[in-house]
């Protein structure tokens, strides 16, 4: 018993304390810093993107297409292109995911989520998810899993994984969605009791990622259907994912 009390005092609090606030490292990937002044429009950036979520003229990156790989900032030799490591990227509309010059990290976290009474009444104090892993990688799937550890410990906040879409208010889906889970994930939606919401987990769900052009996808699920949270990333850090869920069911104004 004694060891056992030694080691809980060595460790100390392992969970982080303020989740809203809290620090990540330098390097982390997050929302783009752009200068549309210093790009010569030489096109080395849309060359080397893997997704395709770079556009010029003016210069913009699509955060629901981006994989956060670094090699657009890499090739850029005019210093157009930089990431800060601000992790809160989720956004209620799918337009406000394209980041341009114009968008600054006070911009960006005052008007990327738009809270609504009705979703703040229902689930702000207690949210169930099923996840539906729709042809994932299983990277996006694993930072999911790390959001109920003891370090990021979100069901402190009322937010769980439930293994049935019956027990669900909504869905969280990660992947292309592959037409080998594009009647599975109809069915689970179905099965999610009315009211519910869909939230799409990193760049593969939201725009197909670097599957974009398979002819192995089915995507059809998402034009049947209103997205109400998407959380960018590839993967999604379990900071920006839970921040997200925060941010889209607490009313703070």
Sequence with gaps: ?????????????????????????????????????????????????????????????????CTFCGACKNICSRNAINFSNF?????????NLIADERTTKESYEKTAVEVKKEITSMFSKSLKLRQVSAGGCNGC???????????????RFGIDFVASPRHADGIVITGPITKNMAYA??????AVPEPKIIILCGACAISGGIFQNSTEIDRSFLLKHPIDLYVPGCPVHPLTFINAILSYVRNKK
């Design 141 to 155: 799937e694993m930072e999911l899993n790390a959001c109920s550890n003891v370090n990021f410990d979100m069901g």
């Design 185 to 190: 994930l109809e069915d689970c939606y179905l």
């Design 1 to 65: 018993m004694f060891d056992t009390l030694k080691a809980r005092i060595y460790q100390g609090n392992q969970f982080i304390k303020d989740i809203e606030n809290a620090p990540i490292r330098e390097q982390f990937r997050g929302l783009p810093i752009l200068k549309d002044a210093n790009c010569d429009n030489c096109s080395k950036c849309m060359n080397i993107c893997p997704t395709g979520a770079l556009k010029l003229n003016p210069l913009s990156i699509d955060m629901g297409k």
């Design 87 to 95: 992790y809160k990227l989720a956004s209620t509309s799918r337009e």
